[in-house]
Nanobody, 123 residues
Framework: VQLQASGGGLVQAGGSLRLSCAAS????????MGWFRQAPGKEREFVAA????????LYADSAKGRFTISRDNAKNTVYLQMNSLHSEDTAVYYC?????????????????WGQGTLVTVSS
């Protein structure tokens, strides 16, 4: 599976962005998909995950109530809608695919990674 993330950019605090991650390959619908982020000087951290069917989602505490992960298996695409953005949300955001059912918070449980898209939130 090859992943291509897009949708990052510069936004003011309180604003919104929607990230997209397009996947190649016919087996997209069999993968759990996740979003992670990495701020300068920090480790990559989990943001959200969604099961292959879209019926189950998992969020980091920092994302709950502000971010929504969704997927469209017909379009081989997963999305991350981000609202009420804070300066602390500034990071490179990565999408990833995991063969583990149900979603995971752990970097090591994801098999494929996209190249990342930069989100900058100005205060």
């Amino acid at each position: 599976v090859q992943l291509q993330a897009s949708g990052g950019g510069l936004v003011q605090a309180g604003g919104s962005l929607r990230l997209s991650c397009a996947a190649s390959g016919r087996t997209f619908s069999s993968y759990t998909m996740g979003w992670f982020r990495q701020a300068p000087g920090k480790e990559r951290e989990f943001v959200a995950a969604i099961s292959w069917s879209g019926g189950s989602t998992l969020y980091a505490d920092s994302a709950k109530g502000r971010f929504t992960i969704s997927r469209d298996n017909a379009k081989n695409t997963v999305y991350l809608q981000m609202n009420s953005l804070h300066s602390e949300d500034t990071a490179v955001y990565y999408c990833a695919a995991s063969s583990m059912d149900g979603g995971s918070r752990y970097v090591y449980e994801y098999d494929y990674w996209g190249q990342g898209t930069l989100v900058t939130v100005s205060s």
